[in-house]
Nanobody, 127 residues
């Protein structure tokens, strides 16, 4: 049984930073596609960043240069480092794991590719 548990969310002022973590169990961290997604009230869930088994990464245009996704295979933990936060980054953030490698999917940033999800962690950025 795959379980994903996020942590690290909170309230920050614009320009601040946060690091989100996602602890996984029951999932082979080194094989599948992993990603971070977010959903703001009244908006669709959107992909933020993905990381493949070889460490290659992909980012949404809205966060490029401000966000870094990384993982620690030994700890089975996924991270999302966010800097230069703006109020538009306010959302519930979710980590997700896919059954297949990132290269299998036409668009790894599309949430529909992912099979398992965490419960989410709230990020609120005030101006």
């Amino acid at each position: 049984q795959v379980q994903l548990v996020e942590s690290g969310g909170g309230s920050v002022q614009a320009g601040g930073s946060l690091r989100l973590s996602c602890a996984a169990s029951g999932y082979t961290f080194s094989s599948g596609c992993l990603g971070w997604f977010r959903q703001a009230p009244g908006k669709e869930r959107e992909g933020v960043a993905t990381i493949a088994s070889d460490g290659s990464t992909r980012y949404a245009d809205s966060v490029k240069g401000r966000v870094t996704i990384s993982k620690d295979n030994a700890k089975n933990t996924l991270y999302l480092r966010m800097t230069g936060l703006v109020p538009e980054d306010t959302a519930e953030y979710y980590c997700a794991a896919a059954r297949r490698p990132c290269g299998f999917y036409a668009e790894p940033l599309n949430w529909i590719a992912y099979n398992w999800w965490g419960q989410g962690t709230q990020v609120t950025v005030s101006s």
